[in-house]
């Protein structure tokens, strides 16, 4: 039987909260916009599937879908740049 190793598998993926310096010492974008980008890819693609699953897709519903994962992936980006403390 395959017994698979999580902890060594889940070590090896990390998304950070906390936004990382960049060789120069300065915040790097790149690395927040594409950590952001995945995690409201994978909201707006839910969301969809969501509204379709319930039948409502129309173009209200995308537009609100598309401005909530705009509002949250501005949040991410703040919340990775330090302007935004998260409780712990």
């Not at 039948?55 to 980006?77: H, K, Q, R, Y």
Request: charge should be positive; glycine fraction near 12%; proline fraction near 1%.
């Amino acid at each position: 039987m395959l017994k698979l190793d999580y902890e060594s598998f889940a070590c090896k993926i990390h998304l950070s909260l906390r936004g990382r310096r960049n060789k120069q010492g300065k915040f790097d974008w790149s690395e927040a916009c594409v950590d952001g980008g995945i995690l409201c890819g994978i909201t707006f693609c839910t969301s969809l599937g969501g509204l379709a699953a319930a039948g409502s897709l129309n173009i209200a519903s995308l537009l609100v879908v598309g401005c909530a994962t705009a509002g949250e992936f501005l949040l991410f980006l703040a919340s990775k740049r330090g302007l935004v403390q998260r409780p712990c």
